[in-house]
């Protein structure tokens, strides 16, 4: 199987967290639901037929931490647009129709993309867009103001693999995991609630517990799927 390798970066990134409201939290790294969203804009997939495309049971795709993870909080100064009669009124009496929200974001994130799709016009048509480094729209880190770019890696053969222990370098769901080889106490392993499957309603099919190393070191353990790449790297996808 061939698999396609691209560094996805910026600047700060904000994945927010579905059960957080007044102050946001955001995700070490986009959920494969958002992943699905930047394939689709660096595709040229419209809104009403990207997950058609990229959607999780669509394609594969896994994720690699490349940036020890860092976190900030800095408030955002949100404006009401919806009510323009009362946005008038307020500016008339002197003040300000906007709310600060302190929101957490990620900083210097970079993370790299691992990609398959089972149809070839699909796959070398994204392919042949990576190579060239372009976008048909733009492409942020979860927020439209976080604009992203990305770095393409190359081509890779992928051999799959089950029930083996392996130096994993992608973050990986429960539901694959079977357990761990030796505990490292110098490493940072997390696990994240995340919507993992949507529909066009953004309403959230499936949610997955996802493990990972906030540093992104890999991990030594045993999976039930995963795939060992020609350069020796070994990952999971979603």
Do not use: W
């Amino acid at each position: 199987m061939k698999v396609l390798v691209f560094d996805l970066f910026g600047d700060y990134a904000h994945f927010r967290k579905y059960f957080t409201t007044t102050s946001p939290l955001t995700f070490s790294f986009p959920p494969p639901t958002t992943i699905s969203g930047i394939l689709g804009a660096i595709y040229g997939a419209k809104k009403d037929e990207y997950l058609d495309i990229f959607g999780y049971d669509k394609c594969k795709f896994a994720l690699q931490i490349i940036n020890p993870i860092k976190k900030v909080r800095m408030g955002l100064n949100l404006i009401n647009t919806k009510d323009n009669k009362k946005l008038i009124l307020i500016k008339k009496k002197g003040h300000e129709p906007r709310t600060q929200i302190r929101t957490e974001f990620v900083k210097n994130p970079r993370y790299r993309i691992y990609f398959n799709h089972p149809d070839e016009k699909i796959y070398n048509k994204l392919k042949g867009i990576l190579e060239e480094r372009k976008t048909f729209y733009t492409i942020s880190l979860g927020l439209s103001e976080l604009l992203a770019d990305y770095q393409y890696i190359g081509e890779f053969d992928a051999t799959h693999l089950q029930n083996q222990t392996e130096n994993i370098s992608s973050v990986f769901t429960q539901s694959n995991f079977l357990g761990f080889s030796k505990i490292d106490e110098n490493k940072k392993i997390l696990k994240d609630k995340m919507p993992i499957k949507i529909d066009y309603s953004r309403v959230v099919d499936i949610y997955e517990d996802v493990i990972y190393e906030s540093d992104g070191k890999p991990i030594e353990v045993k999976l039930k799927n995963l795939f060992k790449l020609s350069d020796g790297v070994s990952i999971a996808f979603f």
